[in-house]
């Protein structure tokens, strides 16, 4: 079994910081692209950036330079550095790992428990 485990959320006023943390832990042979995503009530849940491990990244529009993802791969841990924070940021954050659980399997995506950001105005 694969564990998401995720931390760093909270309230902020607008135009601060919040740095976002997911450490992958359990059953894993190796991990290849890790992410957040984020979800209101009754939508879709949006890509807001994700990293695989040779470092490429990609960033949902609106977040492209207030936003900053990185990765620990020692520690299958991933990071989000939010910054410039606005109120319609506020929402649950979700991270992803794709989790290689043996060798020569295929990638199964896992998912964190969720995390609620609320940026005051």
């Known amino acids: 079994q694969v564990q998401l485990v995720e931390s760093g959320g909270g309230l902020v006023q607008a135009g601060g910081s919040l740095r976002l943390s997911c450490a992958a832990s359990?059953?894993?042979?190796?991990?290849?692209?890790m992410g957040w995503y984020r979800q209101d009530p009754e939508k879709q849940r949006e890509l807001v950036a994700r990293i695989v491990t040779d470092n490429r990244t990609n960033y949902a529009e609106s977040m492209k330079g207030r936003f900053t993802i990185s990765r620990d791969n020692a520690t299958n841990t991933v990071y989000l550095q939010m910054s410039s924070l606005k109120p319609e940021d506020t929402s649950v954050y979700y991270c992803h790992a794709d989790v290689q659980i043996r060798q020569n399997w295929g990638l199964v995506r896992f998912w964190g428990q969720g995390t609620q950001v609320t940026v005051s105005s």
């Open positions: 359990g059953s894993i042979f190796s991990v290849n692209e």
